[in-house]
């Protein structure tokens, strides 16, 4: 590969860990070159993320090279080539330059070469086979760099072909093109992605849903998420995905008090309740967490209200946690958006009132605990938090003004009451 410019803005070739990286790998006279996300970000003036590094060697001798300059190495993919050093806590996954030998669609088989454009030539886009020196010397053997600049994510080589080699391809088309792509996609890319969309269901859940919350993290990806639709793509892997007008307006009102948020994101393009929540979550293999929190925002205990008064509103945050409650706000604001377009002045002032609420508004603590009710007589078990509870919901309802006093007294009434029924 010949050069073809020099970066610029690049700091973080000069952290002392990269240093020690690169001089590890090149001691004994290999060549080593930053490769794909950093490069690619550098040039498009993004923060740039994790440093992976292509190298001539084999991993046998990476390993080797970086044990011997006192740097921790970790053999995470030996059969793929790859290495993970660690250098002042920061990892740098380093992989022997490969060409396929055999693939599948969902795995590939691979051979090591000294190659370096047999290895840009496996790689997925043009604008992720750049490669860089410590010196900021990059190579861009597929104009990778015009297509970045001009928002164009195209595929190395055949684009069918890559994707047959692995199916994922198809997604992370979308998802790059919701994060660096300008306007419609690239035409070639795009008829690719549809004609073989009937493959996505050979992939597992964990890599679908990766691929998938990563898009929706995009600034705006509802646009991306119609293309989807258009080609068929979304279907495959999430039939359960009504129209993006409810998504499009979330990405809206999040950017008053609330980031990105791609489970949230998830949500508001989830129809069908609690069956449909359960279907993503199993197809998807999201984790116990993802799952109870998409359960909850697809089919929520109560919708809000921007018409809510401050005692209603509150007891609702109480009861489900700020969290919780914002986003159920910031769905049901999308919600509204969607199927009217925009919110009124009034409307809107309440929903901001809302989001302002779960920002401020710090819950108190019940004032009486277990202990207070097996002092009056009840033996410990589940008596005792149906009796909490029954306290709890009658302080909520007296918008939490009751004091411990209060609250005993109250409790008081709820076991005499209940001794009487016996």
Same mark, same amino acid.
């Given at each position: ?16 860990e990269?240093?020690?990286?690169m001089?590890?790998?090149? +001691? ?20 740039v ?7 001539s ?5 990476v %390993?080797?090279?970086?044990? +011997?300059?006192g ?11 790859t290495v993970?050093?660690?250098a ?5 996954e380093?992989?022997t !330059? ?7 669609g ?6 090591f ?10 790689r ?5 086979a750049?490669?860089a ?14 297509? %970045? ?7 190395v080589g055949d684009?069918?072909t ?6 994922l ?6 998802r790059?093109?919701?994060h ?10 795009f008829?690719?992605?549809?004609r073989l969309?009937n493959l ?14 990563k ?13 989807m ?9 999430l039939?359960?995905? /009504? ?13 008053i008090? #609330?980031g ?13 309740g609690a ?8 197809? %998807? ?7 109870e ?9 109560v919708?809000?209200?921007p018409e ?5 509103a509150?007891?609702w ?10 986003? !159920? ?16 002045r009034?409307? #809107? ?5 809302? %989001? ?6 710090r ?17 410990? /078990? ?13 302080w909520?309802?007296?918008d ?10 109250q ?5 005499e ?6």
């Open positions: 590969m010949k050069p073809t410019g020099r970066l610029t803005g690049a700091a973080w070739l000069s952290a002392p990269v240093g020690a990286v001089a590890a790998l090149t +001691a004994s006279g290999a060549v080593a070159r930053f490769v794909g996300g950093c490069v690619r970000d550098t040039l498009a003036g993004r923060a993320g994790d440093k992976d590094i292509a190298t060697d084999p991993p046998d001798t %390993l080797r090279l970086l044990e +011997a300059a740097l921790k190495a970790i053999p995470t993919g030996l059969e793929h080539g993970t050093a660690v002042n806590h920061v990892p740098f380093i992989t !330059l490969r060409h396929d030998v055999e693939t599948d969902r795995h590939a088989r691979v051979a070469t000294g190659d370096w454009l047999a290895d840009a030539a496996r997925d886009f043009t604008m992720n750049l490669y020196d410590l010196d900021g010397t990059y190579y861009d053997p597929f104009d990778g760099a015009a297509d %970045l600049a001009a928002g164009r994510v195209r595929f684009a069918e890559r994707i047959r080699e692995d199916v391809r198809i997604l992370r088309f979308f790059f093109h919701a660096f792509g300008h306007g419609a996609p690239e035409a070639e890319g008829a690719a992605c549809r969309a996505l269901p050979t992939l597992s859940g964990e890599r679908v849903a990766a691929e998938l919350l898009l929706l993290n995009a600034p705006e990806p509802a646009s991306t998420v119609a293309l639709t258009e080609a068929g793509i979304l279907a495959a892997i039939p359960e995905a /009504g129209a993006p007008e409810r998504l499009r307006a979330l990405v809206t009102v999040e950017g008090m #609330a990105a948020d791609p489970i949230r994101r998830l949500a508001a393009l989830v129809d069908g069956s449909a929540a359960n279907a993503v979550c199993g197809r %998807l293999r999201l984790s116990n967490a993802q799952r929190r998409l359960a909850r925002l697809v089919a929520p205990p919708r809000p209200d809510w008064n401050a005692r209603t509150r007891g945050l109480y009861r489900l946690g700020a969290e919780t409650f914002r986003d !159920l706000v910031l769905l049901a604001w999308a919600g509204a958006i969607a199927a009217r377009g925009e919110s009124p009034g409307e #809107a002032e309440g929903w901001r009132a809302l %989001l302002g609420l779960a920002e401020t508004w819950a108190p603590r019940l004032p009486i605990g277990g202990e207070d009710v097996m002092t009056l007589g009840v033996a410990s /078990g589940p008596e005792v938090g149906r009796l909490l509870g029954e306290v709890e919901a009658w909520i309802e007296g939490f003004q009751a004091g411990r006093a209060q609250a005993l007294e409790l008081a009434r709820i076991v009451k209940g001794k009487g029924r016996s």
